[in-house]
């Protein structure tokens, strides 16, 4: 199984179409068409099913694309790195990250980087927990920041300098808006949005036996998308703070939550990690920079 078929059967799997597929990859579609043959040969499972006008990924064929996706950007890497190798000042650095305001001291210390080293590019990748650790693990990213404590056995840690601070994001003109701060007995009745991390880790530390009283409406990876519902009534939204536009302007408020519940950054990379020039001299940099602080 070779990289290049890979990269041909992801094509045919984007463009759900042999013909957009071969004008796109500059092959001829006979060419194209025997190439995912001989890889069903190969895996002995129909990756596609032809239609008049279109073609779609079997079953197999789904799985068979995730793989190929994560195969394809380790290679992609690899080749980057090596080309690297003999340039400090440049190279490519992959990073995945939660949602947080405290990126922005992350956002500081890489544009302050590439004043001494133009040549960084940096591909970002946004997710939860389980999403960037998997990717981290499988050596497609250099870092990730998670909003929750590393597994000090698996993998390195760097603190960020501040924490997050959760609250309530509502519609400015609801009674709950009045309040200083949020309790948990306010919440209770009330339709609730949270992303499914918070809501199983953080959320019931804050508010302990009252947990049980409150109803998770919906769960959401993005608080910009959740803050949508919020405005159109559908409920209340359990997020950090800084995440959404809480102006005048905007039509929501957000209260924090009493007691007080804060949650920690980390910039995360795997033990005895491998590095590029320029990805171990971007740690260098920022862990001077938190460190300081």
Sequence with gaps: MEIRTLRYFLAVAREESMTRASA?????????SRQIQSLEDELGKKLFIRHSFSIELTEEGALLRQ????LVSM????????MALDDVTGGDVYLGLAESYQIRSLARQIRRFKQTCPGLRYHITSGDTEQVTEKLDKGILDFVVLAEEPDAGRYERLSFPEADVWGLV???DCPLAEKESIRAEDLVG?????SEQGWNKDIPRWCGEWMDKLRLEGSFRLSYNASLFVREGLGYLLTFDKLIDTSRES????????????????????????????AERLLAGIRDAFEAR
């Design 251 to 278: 039509g929501l408020v957000f209260r924090p939550l009493a007691p007080r519940l804060e949650a920690r950054m980390y910039l995360v990379w795997r033990k005895y990690p491998v590095f590029s020039p320029i």
């Design 24 to 32: 796109y990859l500059h092959v001829s579609q006979p060419t194209l």
């Design 67 to 70: 793989r190929a996706e994560d």
């Design 190 to 194: 009330l339709p609730l949005f949270c």
């Design 170 to 172: 509502m519609p400015r």
């Design 75 to 82: 290679a992609d890497k690899i080749a980057g790195e090596f």
